[in-house]
């Protein structure tokens, strides 16, 4: 059953030796989606630079990923391990340029250091100094957090990750204004949602296959998402995967699409799915 929710997006700003991290940081907050998200009225939205920007010309880089990635973002987490990453014109690397802008707008900030152990000839000791330099500034300016494996950043950000969306007076505030507008409305038909363009085109093959489903199968050669005999990604880069998948989470945690096999491999559009669709079908 389908049902409106308040998305937050989450930035995740990292450098390139914590992509495993990001990616467990990504499973973490969909897995919040998925115990939370319907009690709560609340979509956990993971976005970062890599998934959420394209190539474009007339501005510096990380500006422009800045105003079209990072500005609309409720939330940003950092995850520093040995490298600080590829320095800007304004920071010594674009993570540290996202995770300062995003604090001097007043936003809530989560910001964790890997002590993980490596070999030493691995490590390239400007880049750390940058890290433990980077580091020494964010605790003078709140509380970070350090780990020491994969398993324990896991269970410590579930753990914070909750913490912050139930306690910090950020998301309190948007939530009891959202709460008062909805209730306020009688007509949930009034309630409008907005997909993604990925999303939104999903949801529309859907509705045009003759049983209104959604392929997503893996096997050893790599992944394949179809519907109604289009083919949107197979064996694609992390980052096509990577939009598709959110495209799907996206339209189940609204109650479009319903998993059939418990898989997460065959979906089928609901009947609030294809009413959405007719509804809405000048904007898909």
Same mark, same amino acid.
């Given at each position: 059953?389908?049902?409106?929710?308040? /998305?937050?997006?989450?930035?995740?700003? @990292?450098?390139?030796? /914590?992509?495993?991290?990001?990616?467990?940081?990504?499973?973490?907050?969909?897995?919040?989606? %998925?115990?939370?998200?319907?009690?709560?009225?609340?979509?956990?939205?993971?976005?970062?630079?890599?998934?959420?920007?394209?190539?474009?010309?007339?501005?510096?880089?990380?500006?422009?990923?800045?105003?079209?990635?990072?500005?609309?973002?409720?939330?940003?987490?950092?995850?520093?391990?040995?490298?600080?990453?590829?320095?800007?014109?304004?920071?010594?690397?674009? =993570? /540290?340029?996202?995770?300062?802008?995003?604090?001097?707008?007043?936003?809530?900030?989560?910001?964790?250091?890997?002590?993980?152990?490596?070999?030493?000839?691995? /490590?390239?000791?400007?880049?750390?100094?940058?890290?433990?330099?980077?580091?020494?500034?964010?605790?003078?300016?709140?509380?970070?957090?350090?780990?020491?494996?994969?398993?324990? @950043?896991?269970?410590? @950000?579930?753990?914070?990750?909750?913490?912050?969306?139930?306690?910090?007076?950020?998301?309190?505030?948007?939530?009891?204004?959202?709460?008062?507008?909805?209730? =306020?409305?009688?007509?949930?038909?009034?309630?409008?949602?907005?997909?993604?363009? =990925?999303?939104?085109?999903?949801?529309?093959?859907?509705?045009?296959?003759?049983?209104?489903?959604?392929?997503?199968?893996?096997?050893?050669?790599?992944?394949?998402?179809?519907?109604?005999?289009?083919?949107?990604?197979? %064996?694609?880069?992390?980052?096509?995967?990577?939009?598709?998948?959110?495209?799907?989470?996206?339209?189940? %945690?609204?109650?479009?699409?319903?998993?059939?096999?418990?898989? =997460?491999?065959?979906?089928?559009?609901?009947?609030?799915? @294809?009413?959405?669709?007719?509804?809405?079908?000048?904007?898909?």
């Amino acid at each position: 059953m389908a049902y409106t929710a308040t /998305v937050f997006r989450v930035m995740i700003a @990292f450098p390139s030796d /914590v992509t495993e991290l990001r990616d467990i940081a990504r499973e973490v907050i969909n897995d919040w989606n %998925n115990i939370h998200s319907k009690e709560k009225i609340v979509v956990l939205l993971p976005v970062d630079w890599i998934t959420h920007s394209a190539p474009e010309l007339g501005g510096r880089a990380q500006g422009i990923i800045n105003e079209k990635v990072l500005s609309d973002c409720d939330l940003l987490v950092g995850i520093f391990h040995n490298r600080i990453g590829s320095p800007t014109s304004k920071e010594v690397s674009g =993570s /540290v340029e996202e995770i300062k802008e995003h604090h001097g707008l007043g936003k809530p900030a989560m910001v964790y250091f890997s002590t993980e152990s490596v070999n030493a000839r691995d /490590v390239d000791k400007a880049q750390l100094d940058s890290v433990l330099a980077f580091e020494k500034w964010c605790q003078s300016k709140g509380i970070t957090h350090n780990f020491d494996s994969q398993d324990r @950043f896991r269970e410590d @950000f579930n753990r914070h990750l909750s913490l912050t969306i139930n306690q910090h007076e950020y998301f309190k505030s948007i939530l009891d204004r959202n709460n008062l507008a909805w209730f =306020s409305e009688p007509d949930a038909d009034e309630l409008k949602v907005e997909l993604s363009e =990925s999303a939104r085109e999903l949801l529309l093959a859907g509705s045009e296959d003759s049983h209104g489903m959604i392929y997503y199968m893996r096997s050893f050669s790599g992944k394949r998402l179809s519907s109604n005999e289009t083919v949107f990604s197979e %064996n694609g880069s992390p980052r096509e995967v990577a939009k598709w998948e959110e495209a799907i989470t996206e339209l189940e %945690n609204l109650g479009l699409i319903e998993d059939i096999n418990g898989k =997460s491999e065959i979906y089928k559009l609901t009947n609030t799915g @294809f009413d959405f669709v007719d509804m809405s079908n000048a904007q898909l």
